[in-house]
């Protein structure tokens, strides 16, 4: 019983489906004469966590996030665009961090024809077992992780993607890779934005 207490130990510690906070290394931008007007609701400011019939979501609010998704915005903003950004302001309806951790399925026949072979068995282990066995399948499972950045730019609608799949634990390297790809797509159609159409060549 000591040996299961410790496997169940070592697995609480080490076999979780994500991490519960990131951190991004920024550094401050040199161009910061402009606006970001924060418009999300108040849902996306604070982390959560959610029961759903395909998995398990963790949401990452601005709580668990250094930067928050504002500051990261302003600051790929004043770096990739710098001064002629100046006095324009960016209204930030939604950033988004979601990790998807997969429901999983346990074999029924097979663990309770386990658990019948096994001496000494009874509701608590068994309780014990299934929660260990749907641990690991969970840890070996791939978590889907997305972010979404949208809002207005003088008048106009933008909105950029982010998405990656991570086998086992979602780290923070994995979150902050995903939150990197929105951003740089956030800027992109900002950017695009900023300049206007592009003349067509001759």
Same mark, same amino acid.
């Given at each position: &019983?000591? =040996?299961?207490? @410790?496997?169940?130990?070592?697995?609480?510690?080490?076999?979780?489906?994500?991490?519960?906070?990131?951190?991004?290394? @920024?550094?401050?931008?040199?161009? @910061?004469?402009?606006?970001? =007007?924060?418009?999300?609701?108040?849902?996306?400011?604070?982390?959560?966590?959610?029961?759903?019939?395909?998995?398990?979501?963790?949401?990452?609010?601005?709580?668990? &996030?250094?930067?928050?998704?504002?500051?990261?915005?302003?600051?790929?903003?004043?770096?990739? !665009? #710098?001064? =002629?950004?100046?006095?324009?302001?960016? $209204?930030?309806?939604?950033?988004?961090?979601? $990790?998807?951790?997969?429901?999983?399925?346990?074999?029924?026949?097979?663990?309770?024809?386990?658990?019948?072979?096994?001496?000494?068995?009874?509701?608590?282990?068994?309780?014990?077992?299934?929660?260990? !066995? #749907?641990?690991?399948?969970?840890?070996?499972?791939?978590?889907? @992780?997305?972010?979404?950045?949208?809002?207005?730019?003088?008048?106009?609608?933008?909105?950029?993607?982010?998405?990656?799949?991570?086998?086992?634990? $979602?780290?923070?390297?994995?979150?902050?890779?995903?939150?990197?790809?929105?951003?740089?797509?956030?800027?992109?159609?900002?950017? =695009?934005?900023?300049?206007?159409?592009?003349?067509?060549?001759?």
């Amino acid at each position: &019983m000591r =040996r299961f207490g @410790v496997l169940l130990a070592t697995f609480w510690t080490t076999g979780c489906g994500t991490v519960g906070s990131t951190k991004l290394d @920024v550094t401050p931008p040199k161009f @910061v004469a402009f606006e970001i =007007r924060d418009e999300r609701p108040a849902e996306q400011r604070a982390s959560s966590k959610t029961k759903e019939s395909y998995g398990e979501v963790s949401r990452l609010g601005d709580d668990a &996030m250094a930067p928050p998704g504002p500051e990261l915005l302003k600051a790929w903003l004043g770096d990739k !665009i #710098g001064a =002629r950004f100046s006095g324009k302001q960016v $209204v930030l309806s939604e950033f988004s961090v979601e $990790v998807v951790d997969p429901a999983v399925q346990i074999n029924e026949q097979g663990f309770n024809n386990a658990m019948a072979s096994t001496p000494g068995a009874n509701p608590v282990s068994g309780f014990l077992a299934r929660w260990l !066995i #749907g641990g690991i399948e969970s840890a070996k499972s791939d978590k889907t @992780v997305g972010v979404r950045i949208a809002g207005k730019f003088d008048g106009s609608d933008f909105a950029a993607r982010g998405g990656g799949s991570f086998k086992g634990r $979602v780290s923070q390297a994995n979150i902050n890779s995903v939150i990197t790809q929105a951003l740089e797509g956030a800027v992109t159609e900002i950017e =695009r934005l900023l300049t206007g159409p592009t003349e067509p060549t001759q």
